[in-house]
């Protein structure tokens, strides 16, 4: 494992058991805090369940926690996320809406247990929801209760066999649309960023002028699954049509393919500056 520089004081794309991540909120913060970083955004899908917790265990450590959401997309071409920075916890249409998308992944994970159930892989959805610690169910742990049981050896055996787009055990689930989640974000006093654009694909990257005009604010140009070609093309884009930089190791925790270490990646303390004056928050 790569590890972190000194230097690296910022890491904005972290999940937490709130949703798919390994390590509860106050770990998480806890793990911030050993590697010196200065502030960390918590991004959990689909649900802002993970926030109150991680920014009471950073009280008075001088440990920024930037409350956070990634919001799951439809787009006919493939997986879309919103990042949404700043948006205020308590606001209800924005609660009201994420709660609609978790209860939409509850569903789901019924629809994925039957085609299990057809496949001849007996699970009940109480294995799964005993994997996930917090409300926002996801494959991952899925992949976990397969494990669990036997029927693949690693998460990605799971991914790879039934869980992923494609496989046979892939549901796709309801969600917003782009214009949706970014009026969402807008709404709750939030700072909207297009999650790793390159790494979701060249449909995600081409889209960006038609979201902008829905009023995203930013790209996140640095992350793991991008190459440097790929981290100049966006930081150009972003000059061209005036949006922030983000970045953020999309931590998920140990065992998980996803993301890179806490803290591994350089994000300029000046990204943070702009987020927050983008926010209102100087
Ligand atoms: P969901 O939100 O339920 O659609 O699950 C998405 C999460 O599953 C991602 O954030 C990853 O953590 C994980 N994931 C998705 N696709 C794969 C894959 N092909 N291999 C491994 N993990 C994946
Ligand atoms: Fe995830
Ligand atoms: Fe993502
Ligand atoms: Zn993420």
């Known amino acids: 494992m790569q590890q972190p520089s000194f230097s690296n004081r910022v890491d904005l794309h972290i999940h937490s058991t709130a949703s798919d991540g390994v390590f509860t909120p106050s770990e998480v913060v806890c793990l911030a805090q050993q590697r010196g970083l200065s502030v960390i955004a918590l991004v959990d899908h689909d649900t802002l369940g993970g926030v109150a917790e991680a920014q009471q265990a950073a009280l008075g450590s001088g440990l920024e926690v930037i409350p956070g ?10 997986d879309l996320h919103f990042l949404g920075y700043y948006v205020d916890p308590q606001n209800g249409l924005l609660q009201d809406r994420l709660q609609a998308m978790r209860d ?12 299990l159930g057809e496949m001849g892989m007996a699970l009940e959805l109480a294995e799964i929801q005993a994997h996930s610690r ?6 991952p742990h899925v992949a976990q209760a397969l494990l669990h049981r036997g029927y693949v050896q690693t998460i990605q055996e799971a991914f790879d066999r039934f869980l992923g787009r494609g496989r046979p055990a ?10 949706e989640a970014i009026r969402a974000i807008l709404d709750a006093g939030g700072v909207p960023v297009l999650a790793h654009p390159a790494h979701s694909g060249e449909f995600a990257v081409r889209g960006v002028p038609e979201f902008t005009g829905y009023g995203l604010r930013g790209l996140e140009v640095i992350y793991p699954h991008h190459s440097a070609a790929e981290v100049e093309r966006l930081l150009r884009l972003c000059q061209e049509v005036d949006l922030l930089v983000t970045g953020g190791t999309d931590f998920h925790g140990p065992g ?10 350089h994000v300029p303390m000046d990204c943070v ?7 209102g928050r100087q």
């Open 69 to 78: 959401v990634e919001i799951s997309v439809e787009s006919d071409q493939g």
């Open 104 to 115: 939409a992944r509850l569903e789901r994970a019924r629809r994925v247990v039957e085609r």
């Open 134 to 139: 917090g409300d926002s169910i996801g494959r």
């Open 170 to 179: 892939y549901v796709p689930r309801v969600r917003l649309l782009p214009q």
């Open 256 to 265: 998980s393919k996803e993301g890179a270490p806490l803290g591994s990646l």
């Open 273 to 279: 500056e702009r987020l927050r004056a983008a926010a």
